[in-house]
Nanobody
Framework: QVQLVESGGGLVQPGGSLRLSCAAS????????MAWYRQAPGKQRDMVAR???????NYADSVKGRFTISRDNFKSTLYLQMNSLKPEDTAVYYC?????????????WGQGTQVTVAS
């Protein structure tokens, strides 16, 4: 099992910045990739950014150039630096971890943290 706890959400004005954190614990040694997803009211949950163990990153087109995903393996923490925030970035942001168990990959989720961008 892997436990994920997000923090860092809040209310920010358009153009502002926030940094989300996700602390991972449990069987983290076999995590192969971690990601941030978000879900706005009435919409599906979409991937925002993903990072593999090798450091390869990919981003949703809507956040490229504004958001940066990073991972501190020593602290077992995932980050999402969000700059130039827009009202359409408002959503609940979820941390995700994929853990390889050999034949399968198990996916774990945090409880989510609310990000609201409004003036």
């Amino acid at each position: 099992q892997v436990q994920l706890v997000e923090s860092g959400g809040g209310l920010v004005q358009p153009g502002g910045s926030l940094r989300l954190s996700c602390a991972a614990s449990g069987r983290i040694f076999s995590i192969s990739a971690m990601a941030w997803y978000r879900q706005a009211p009435g919409k599906q949950r979409d991937m925002v950014a993903r990072i593999t163990n090798g450091g390869t990153t990919n981003y949703a087109d809507s956040v490229k150039g504004r958001f940066t995903i990073s991972r501190d393996n020593f602290k077992s923490t995932l980050y999402l630096q969000m700059n130039s925030l827009k009202p359409e970035d408002t959503a609940v942001y979820y941390c995700n971890a994929d853990r390889s168990t050999g034949a399968t990959i198990d996916s774990y989720w945090g409880q989510g943290t609310q990000v609201t961008v409004a003036s």
